[in-house]
């Protein structure tokens, strides 16, 4: 079974810092490349960021680039999103994927 779990939500204040995982599994993880989206409240879903399956190449949606780092361990089948300098607009769930398959999502909330 396909299944990519997102861990490391939070609450953080303007400013802060958050690393968010995405552990994969029922899957060869480094055939693919692999995704971050959100969904802020009231929303729909935002693009954030994409890895290609080696980590070679990165990709940032103009709201979070330089702000925002990702990456991914492909001997332990995980992705990661870095997040710095957090703002309230940042303020959703993040789900990762990979070929039209999603997490299940982890919550930040970005407030003072």
């Known amino acids: 079974e396909v299944q990519l779990v997102e861990s490391g939500g939070g609450l953080v204040q303007p400013g802060g810092s958050l690393r968010l995982s995405c552990i994969a599994s029922?899957?060869?993880?480094?055939?693919?490349?692999m995704s971050w989206v959100r969904q802020a409240p009231g929303k729909g879903l935002e693009w954030v960021s994409g890895i290609t399956w080696d980590g070679g190449n990165t990709n940032y949606a103009d709201s979070v680039k330089g702000r925002f780092t990702i990456s991914r361990d492909n001997v332990r089948d995980t992705m990661f999103l870095q997040m710095n300098s957090l703002k309230p607009e940042d303020t959703a769930v993040y789900y990762c994927?990979?070929?039209?398959?999603w997490g299940q999502g982890t919550q930040v909330t970005v407030s003072a």
């Open positions: 994927g990979a070929s039209g398959v």
């Open positions: 029922g899957f060869t993880f480094d055939d693919y490349a």
